[in-house]
């Protein structure tokens, strides 16, 4: 009798477990991962985050995610960063849309991005985001006489019409400020900028439909809204330094001469693009600061005059 052996067949090559294999050795990469994590969002859990590292990491060598990458020589710790990174911040803003996550600071996607327009905290509970989401459960927390916490529970969320005339007054006055922003930050071509906010903020139009209004490339409209959506991400920071330079020049003596440059940097530690930005955005509060021969001075009246609040 012919008896025959049959040979195992060799592993299937898999290049993706073969270097997150390496990495994990030589580079310590789930905690780089983790780490890269925490530093982004300060308030998560290290040790979920290095669980969801750990998970990404066995999901991407289960399908031999970088094979691809690898053969063409592109594949970096940093891209791989990049990747985490986004897959994340997906992870939150699902999480986000579900009432217990929601207690612990989880956001959906559209509740960041309209905290961020507002130039607000990102883990606030956003009200225009609630009128988009109106069907989304709320979670409050149930106390006992003594006020110790004894547990939660979901409550309806629906805004009634005195929380929709609420937020759409909210909506309003963000937009008009984010307007500011923009018009204290391209002062020399401040309309074709406010064309692009109210079609990115107002009207929700896309890249393609402004560039075809506008009459350029798709590429140039790229540049016009990220420079449209920088200048509103920096809102706090414009405020601030107008409040900051108002509360300067109007605490300094009555002066025909002003205060020098050299002081107003000194004691306020902003260069000039961010002193012009502030210097435009007081001006639309009707407050007008002089600038002559590197000089700042606010006009007469203006001393006691108070830059708006939010």
């Known amino acids: 009798m012919i008896r025959t052996t ?41 040790d979920e985050l290095l669980g969801f590292v750990g998970l990404l990491l066995a999901k991407w060598c289960e399908r031999d995610t970088f094979a691809t990458y690898l053969a063409e020589g592109k594949l970096t710790v940093s891209t791989v960063k990049g990747w985490t990174r986004q897959k994340w911040v997906t992870r939150m803003s699902r999480l986000g849309t579900e009432p217990l996550h929601r207690l612990h600071g989880k956001r959906s996607e559209i509740e960041v991005e309209a905290n961020r327009f507002a130039g607000k905290d990102l883990g606030e509970m956003c009200q225009d985001a609630m009128t988009r989401c109106a069907d989304m459960a709320d979670v409050a927390t149930v106390y006992d006489d003594e006020g110790e916490s004894i547990g939660h529970e979901i409550v309806d969320s629906s805004l009634n019409a005195e929380d929709v005339l609420s937020d759409h007054r909210d909506r309003v006055a963000a ?54 959506r920088n200048s509103v991400r920096d809102g706090a920071v414009i405020r601030d330094d107008a409040r900051r330079l108002f509360a300067f020049l109007s605490s300094t003596p009555d002066s025909d001469e002003g205060v020098k440059w050299s002081e107003v940097n000194r004691v306020l530690r902003m260069d000039k693009p961010r002193a012009n930005r502030a210097v435009a955005y007081l001006a639309q509060d009707g407050i007008t600061v002089e600038v002559d021969k590197g000089r700042y001075s606010l006009t007469a009246g203006h001393k006691a005059t108070k830059p708006t609040e939010d």
């Open 6 to 46: 049959t040979r195992p067949s060799a592993p299937a090559s898999n290049p993706t477990r073969e270097w997150v294999l390496d990495a994990l050795m030589t580079k310590r990469l789930d905690r780089r991962l983790a780490s890269y994590l925490h530093r982004h969002f300060p308030t998560e859990d290290y």
């Open 175 to 228: 937009l008009a400020e984010g307007r500011r922003y923009v018009a204290a930050t391209f002062r020399d071509a401040a309309d074709r900028y406010l064309s692009i906010f109210d079609a990115l903020f107002v009207w929700g139009e896309s890249r393609e439909k402004i560039a075809e209004r506008e009459g350029c490339t798709v590429q140039r409209i790229s540049q016009l809204t990220t420079k449209v």
